[in-house]
């Protein structure tokens, strides 16, 4: 009750979704945004890339921020050489499947961020999706920013629009963005590990209660899955964020590097939780096979305190069905009766020491 609870006030505060999507952009199939920003404000008017970059280092002032989603690499190919990006970056960002990661050419810099998102769901299953990655690259120069996203999620527009209503965090030009971008990914880290906490609670509800199913490993491994993906995406920003943070880097500016180590501490939680949820899944996977082996234990001691109580009446009938001449009592009036008699006692007898001893 509580999750479903918390389930539907995360989907009442969902951020709101980016409009300028690329089927209704008009600079291009995979470019979403393209804007001119000096001293931090919007400049309208922008009809192509190539007429904001001429606006840009015409003035000598501002940055263009330009946005694509999954573009192909004869789309990229134009910016590529309009920017003079590097080969090796340009095909990382086209492809994806990439590692977070921070890499430096020239004056231009090359991050990779994993952005993840939480898959809503009623109940935890075998086969549920907890938590769907997809990928987010940056390229940011003198002046310029390039964000490439892959995925159905992690759209920048509501960042975008954060951004744009502070123009003075704005007008410190690329790295602020770079900053923007890195504090959005991991305040969704956050979003996520608190989310997933409550898959945790229920399944450990689940395994410690009277009616835990024998069928709740699947469920405890599909989760241990899941957590394995985000903290593939986490795991590794660490050391990109650390040397943004601690380290001079060229088109970062030294005012920024105190942002990103607020970042880095942020980063730092969203590890530790994501290592305590895998330590706590390890001990509540543990704890479920030691049920599961005590259940069979009793289980075996049933069908053993059973079978022993129904050794007594076998045996009895055993040695009577041996069909020989002289039997003891076999022409007695009362031989049945007694027969069936001593038995009944026998198991009654037998059965009151099992259930004394706590095997029935």
Not at 103 to 113: H, I, S
């Amino acid at each position: 009750m509580i999750h479903r609870l918390r389930s539907a006030v995360r989907r009442t505060y969902r951020r709101a979704v980016d409009l300028s999507h690329p089927a209704r952009s008009p600079l291009g199939s995979a470019v979403v945004n393209c804007v001119v920003y000096r001293d931090g404000v919007r400049q309208d008017g922008v009809r192509s890339v190539e007429e904001a970059v001429r606006r840009v280092r015409k003035s000598g002032d501002g940055f263009v921020w330009i946005g694509l989603h999954e573009p192909e690499e004869k789309e990229f190919a134009g910016l590529a050489e309009l920017f003079g990006l590097h080969p090796l970056a340009v095909e990382d960002a086209v492809h994806a499947h990439q590692r977070p990661k921070l890499e430096q050419y020239d004056d231009v810099l090359f991050a990779v961020f994993k952005t993840v998102r939480y898959v809503e769901h009623d109940e935890l299953t075998a086969t549920s999706e907890v938590v769907d990655t997809g990928e987010l690259m940056a390229f940011t120069g003198p002046d310029f920013v390039i964000t490439i996203r892959h995925g159905g999620h992690g759209s920048l527009g509501p960042l975008r629009e954060a951004l744009e209503s502070e123009p003075e965090q704005l007008a410190k030009g690329p790295s602020a963005v770079l900053h923007a971008i890195a504090d959005h990914v991991v305040d969704d880290y956050l979003a996520v590990t608190e989310a997933v906490q409550d898959d945790l609670d229920a399944i450990e509800t689940a395994v410690f209660s009277e009616q835990g199913h024998r069928d709740d490993v699947g469920r405890i491994y599909q989760l241990k899955r899941e957590l394995l993906e985000l903290k593939r995406a986490v795991a590794p920003l660490g050391r990109p964020l650390q040397r943004l943070a601690s380290e001079p880097v060229p088109t970062v500016a030294a005012e920024i590097r105190a942002y990103f180590r607020d970042v880095v501490d942020h980063l730092a939680r969203v590890t530790e939780q994501v290592a305590s949820y895998d330590t706590l899944l390890d001990s509540i996977l543990q704890a479920h096979l030691a049920q599961v082996t005590v259940a069979q234990n009793e289980d075996m001691r049933k069908i053993t305190a059973w079978a022993a109580i129904i050794a007594v009446p076998t045996m009895v009938c055993g040695v009577y069905g041996m069909n020989f001449e002289h039997m003891p009592e076999l022409r007695w009036t009362y031989g049945y009766p007694l027969v069936l008699g001593v038995m009944a006692v026998a198991c009654f007898v037998i059965h009151r020491g099992f259930r004394r001893n706590g095997w029935l």
